[in-house]
């Protein structure tokens, strides 16, 4: 871990090449990079496939290898960069991490759970608030996911 980069678009490149890892290894193109301090200090890319895992979305993967890295699962002043807006559980996981910022490139209308099928940002019931943007590098993000379910068809 350890590369620094300094803005949204550069750690939005960084989760679409681990995006493109997923892919290469015939899982959905969904990658997550978590920033501390301008740092990473955890990524990851779907998995459920190759890991018989329901719960290993990029985002949990990410998050898990956070915790292990800081020794806590409190990833409290972390930004957590995801080439898709992120599922009803991912958003948990999230929430209960303390992620303080959420970027993600492609949104998901029929499942995103920050501002599309659900606003998980705005729950009354989290006793966390993540803030968030979307829609960085939207068009490279959204492209990746297109062509890999055009191949599967």
């Known amino acids: 871990m350890g590369i620094n980069l300094t803005t949204d678009e550069q750690w939005m490149r960084y989760a679409i090449r681990l995006a493109q890892i997923a892919e290469q290894q015939g899982e959905v193109p969904v990658g997550a990079v978590i920033v501390?301090?301008?740092?990473?200090i955890?990524?990851?890319?779907?998995?459920?496939?190759?890991?018989?895992?329901p719960t290993a979305h990029a985002e949990v993967v990410a998050l898990r290898g956070a915790g292990v890295y800081l020794g806590n699962y409190r990833l409290t002043d972390a930004t957590l960069y995801v080439t898709l807006e992120p599922c009803v559980m991912c958003m948990g996981a999230m929430s209960h991490a303390r992620i303080k910022r959420l970027v993600f490139g492609a949104y998901d209308p029929k499942r995103g759970a920050v501002c599309n099928a659900l606003s998980l940002t705005d729950a009354s019931f989290l006793n966390h608030r993540i803030s968030w943007d979307g829609g960085v590098l939207e068009a490279e993000c959204s492209d990746l996911l297109r062509g890999f379910f055009k191949a599967k068809r």
């Open 42 to 53: 955890a990524e990851g890319w779907n998995i459920p496939i190759t890991s018989h895992d």
């Open 36 to 40: 501390k301090e301008e740092r990473s």
